[in-house]
């Protein structure tokens, strides 16, 4: 079979490198692609905008499967287009994708559906905005209503913080934005895949947003991840999936926009239980890359049997018993104004020691990698437990000459410190 793969970055590039491995595959394409991604396969010059052109090109080399990875495209319609044509496509539909593309949709579905989440404000304008704050007591949660790549997002603790988000989201005119209250406990992400009808998880993960060491700095949209997340465990897994996934899943079925693809659930792990912070509509980046790192299975077959509604009749996925680590390599700067065109060598020596390196935001100029973009590389290892997976990753970063990059040096610290605290509790 002949498979298309819609994207350019780091998540691009961990399917591309699980599809290429599929019995089933013939020959895989990929557009825009990435020079990682041209490792996998063919890159063809497509632009993903252009709906037209990428049907063509499906019909001319007779695509079985189109596997769109990021957003944009989806929340522009391109599955739905695909479809009409008669292309089985993995990703849903651009009333489906709402969940994504409309913070404000998600809640009010959550509204409707009974589904755990945090209580919400939908506004409009900067009054409105300090209102809903007055409500909520100072302490809010401010999210841009939109696409926001993962950084959108002011989790403010205080008066002052959140007015001054407040000012920065309002400082162009009228705007739309969800103000919600503060979530206590610990973040994790569940990923499920589902035709619209049946749904079977596909592996959890504990992404590191903040910038910095510790946690701390401005968000981004990830500075890397683990898998499993040890805190999601089998039994919240489970009340998530039934209290959380389900009901969106039939909610969305019912009003005639099922959704088809995966939906990835936020969750903050609070003393009630799990609740959604939100969803995207797509793996994450980059917690697809320890997902793809642990997964088994022939993802082509897999993904062919979402597009197909045949879901149900599917093996579950088969993950690895390993735990993958993460760590993002990005370029100085980031997530504000960074710096493009670093030389970037020593991928191979990385890759000698074990880690996979996944390309994002990279080019080739003269022969040479060189940074492109915010997330420039994501160098992952695998381990029989955190700390062993952890090394793994770090070993690869070392290898890695990247003078104008940086990467958090702690990824999967707060699981690192559940273990040697189950170790010490032990032994006492």
């Given at each position: 079979?002949?498979?298309?793969?819609i994207g350019?970055g780091?998540?691009e590039?961990?399917?591309?490198?699980?599809?290429?491995?599929?019995?089933?595959?013939h020959?895989l394409?990929a557009?825009?692609?990435?020079?990682?991604i041209?490792?996998h396969a063919t890159?063809a010059a497509?632009?993903p905008s252009n709906?037209?052109?990428?049907v063509?090109f499906?019909?001319?080399e007779?695509?079985?499967?189109v596997?769109i990875?990021?957003?944009?495209?989806l929340?522009?319609?391109?599955?739905d287009?695909?479809?009409a044509?008669?292309v089985?496509?993995?990703?849903p539909?651009?009333?489906?994708?709402q969940?994504?593309?409309s913070?404000?949709?998600?809640?009010?579905?959550?509204a409707?559906?009974?589904?755990?989440?945090?209580a919400?404000?939908?506004v409009?304008s900067?009054?409105?905005?300090?209102?809903?704050?007055?409500d909520?007591?100072?302490?809010?949660?401010i999210?841009?209503?939109?696409?926001?790549?993962g950084?959108?997002?002011t989790v403010?603790?205080?008066?002052a913080?959140?007015?001054?988000?407040?000012?920065?989201?309002f400082a162009d005119?009228?705007?739309e934005?969800?103000?919600?209250e503060v979530?206590?406990g610990e973040?994790a992400?569940?990923f499920v895949?589902?035709?619209?009808?049946?749904?079977?998880a596909?592996?959890?993960?504990q992404?590191h947003?903040r910038?910095?060491?510790g946690?701390?700095g401005?968000?981004?949209?990830g500075?890397?991840?683990?898998?499993p997340?040890?805190?999601?465990?089998p039994v919240?897994?489970?009340?998530?999936i039934?209290?959380?996934?389900?009901?969106?899943i039939?909610a969305m079925?019912?009003?005639?926009?099922?959704f088809?693809?995966?939906l990835?659930?936020?969750?903050?792990?609070?003393?009630?239980?799990p609740?959604?912070i939100?969803?995207?509509?797509?793996f994450?980046?980059?917690?697809c890359q320890?997902l793809m790192?642990?997964f088994?299975g022939?993802?082509?077959a897999?993904?062919?049997?979402?597009a197909e509604?045949r879901?149900a009749d599917?093996?579950a996925?088969?993950?690895s018993?390993?735990?993958?680590?993460?760590v993002?390599m990005a370029?100085?700067?980031?997530?504000?104004?960074?710096e493009?065109g670093?030389?970037i060598?020593?991928i191979?020596?990385?890759?000698s020691?074990g880690?996979?390196?996944?390309?994002?935001g990279?080019r080739?100029a003269?022969?040479?990698?060189v940074?492109s973009g915010?997330r420039v590389?994501?160098?992952?290892?695998?381990?029989?437990?955190?700390?062993?997976?952890?090394?793994a990753a770090?070993?690869?970063?070392v290898?890695?000459?990247?003078p104008t990059?940086?990467?958090r040096?702690?990824?999967?610290?707060?699981?690192i410190?559940?273990a040697?605290s189950?170790v010490?509790?032990g032994e006492n």
């Open positions: 079979m002949n498979v298309l793969l350019s780091g998540r590039h961990a399917l591309a490198w699980r599809l290429a491995q599929s019995p089933a595959l020959t394409y557009a825009p692609g990435n020079p990682g041209a490792r890159i497509l632009d709906h037209r052109m990428i063509d499906c019909r001319r007779t695509i079985g499967l596997v990875g990021p957003e944009q495209p929340v522009e319609g391109l599955a287009t695909l479809r044509a008669g089985p496509v993995f990703g539909g651009k009333a489906a994708a969940l994504e593309g913070k404000g949709f998600t809640k009010d579905l959550c409707r559906a009974n589904i755990p989440t945090a919400y404000f939908r409009t900067k009054d409105g905005a300090l209102a809903a704050l007055d909520l007591g100072g302490r809010a949660v999210k841009a209503d939109g696409l926001a790549a950084k959108g997002v403010a603790l205080t008066r913080e959140a007015e001054a988000a407040i000012d920065a989201l005119g009228p705007a934005a969800v103000i919600e979530l206590e973040e992400s569940l895949l589902t035709d619209g009808n049946a749904a079977v596909f592996g959890s993960a992404d947003k910038v910095g060491d946690d701390t401005p968000n981004t949209g500075m890397g991840a683990y898998s997340a040890d805190v999601l465990t919240l897994e489970q009340q998530a039934d209290t959380i996934v389900r009901p969106t039939a079925a019912a009003a005639g926009t099922p088809s693809g995966v990835y659930a936020g969750l903050m792990l609070t003393a009630d239980g609740k959604l939100e969803y995207n509509v797509r994450g980046d980059p917690e320890v790192t642990r088994t022939d993802l082509v897999l993904l062919l049997a979402v509604g879901l599917t093996a996925p088969v993950f018993d390993a735990i993958a680590l993460t993002v370029a100085r700067g980031y997530p504000g104004t960074h493009t670093g030389a060598s020593g191979e020596t990385a890759e020691t880690a996979v390196v996944f390309q994002a990279t080739e003269d022969g040479a990698i940074a915010g590389l994501a160098v992952t290892g695998t381990g029989g437990d955190i700390s062993s997976a952890q090394a770090y070993r690869g970063v290898a890695i000459d990247f990059g940086f990467a040096r702690d990824i999967g610290w707060r699981a410190e559940r040697a189950v010490a509790t």
